[in-house]
C-alpha cells in the first residue's frame, strides 16, 4: 500500500535549526512536495523535489532521497510565525498527492 | 501566482439541509480539481478527484450520492453536501492542478468550514 510517515509533533527554539524527515511509500513516484498549513487555514506550498538532493528556498530547504523514500525539511533561523503544521505529501504514478499527517511544530521563545 | 477562491468561507445551516460549495481558478486552466475534508488536527483526506466535463472519482468510504461534485468547466467545480448532517461538520478544501505549472503542483483554496446545527 502507499503510506507516508512524518513525526506527529515537534518542538524548537526561535532562531534555531529543525528539521523534519518523512519517509514514503507509493506506486511510483512523480515527487515529493512540502506544505504549510496554519491553524484554521488551507496549505501552502513550501517545496519540491523530484531528483535526489537538497533544494534550498531562503530559510527554508528540502532534501530527497529517492533510494531511500526519504525527505527532510529544514528550517533555519526559526521565528515564532514558523508554527505550524508542515505536511510531506508525494505523488504516485497517477500524479495523485498521498498525505502524510502532518508534523505539528511548536517554536517556544 | 496561481489563485484559487473558493466560496462560501464559512456557513452554519441546520441539520437536513444541503451546502453548496464553489471552487474556482482565478488565472488559471484547470482540468483537475480534488475536494478534501480535514477534521480537527487530522490531515488532509482526498474524498474526490474532480475532472471537468467527466464524473468525479470519489475515494472509498466517500458517498457519492451525499457529496455531489459538479465540474462543468475548466475553471468551477462545485462540491454539494446533500441532506447535511452535524457529523459533516467539517473544513472542506478543493486544489486545483494548473496544466501548464512544471510539476503538477495542487494550488489550495482556503478552505469551506461547514458547521451542522
Known amino acids: 500500500g502507499q503510506n507516508i510517515d512524518q513525526p506527529t509533533e515537534m518542538t524548537a527554539t526561535e532562531g534555531a535549526i529543525v528539521q523534519i524527515n518523512c519517509t514514503y511509500q507509493?506506486?511510483?513516484?512523480?515527487?515529493l512536495f512540502w506544505y504549510q498549513q496554519h491553524a484554521g487555514e488551507a496549505p501552502t506550498f513550501l517545496s519540491y523535489?523530484?531528483l535526489d538532493g537538497l533544494e534550498e528556498k531562503g530559510r527554508f530547504s528540502s532534501f530527497l532521497s529517492r533510494s531511500k523514500g526519504y525527505s527532510y525539511l529544514l528550517l533555519k533561523e526559526l521565528q515564532m510565525k514558523d508554527s505550524a503544521s508542515y505536511l510531506c505529501a508525494a505523488m504516485d504514478s497517477n500524479y495523485q498527492l498521498i498525505w502524510g499527517a502532518g508534523t505539528k511544530l511548536i517554536i517556544k521563545p | 501566482g496561481a489563485v484559487v477562491s473558493q466560496h462560501p468561507s464559512w456557513v452554519i445551516c441546520k441539520s437536513g439541509t444541503s451546502v453548496k460549495i464553489e471552487c474556482r481558478s482565478l488565472?488559471?486552466?484547470?482540468?483537475?480539481m480534488f475536494w478534501y475534508r480535514q477534521f480537527p488536527k487530522q490531515s488532509l483526506m482526498l474524498m474526490a478527484t474532480s475532472n471537468e466535463g467527466s464524473k468525479a472519482t470519489y475515494e472509498q468510504g466517500v458517498e457519492k450520492d451525499k457529496f455531489l461534485i459538479n465540474h462543468a468547466s475548466l475553471t468551477l467545480s462545485t462540491l454539494t453536501v446533500t441532506s447535511a448532517h452535524p457529523e459533516d461538520s467539517s473544513f472542506y478544501i478543493c486544489?486545483?492542478?494548473?496544466?501548464?505549472?512544471?510539476?503538477?503542483?495542487?494550488?489550495f483554496g482556503p478552505g469551506t468550514r461547514l458547521t451542522v446545527l
Open positions: 488565472d488559471f486552466q484547470a482540468t483537475t
Open positions: 486544489s486545483a492542478r494548473d496544466l501548464a505549472a512544471d510539476y503538477n503542483e495542487q494550488f
Open positions: 523535489n523530484v
Open positions: 507509493t506506486s511510483g513516484f512523480n515527487g
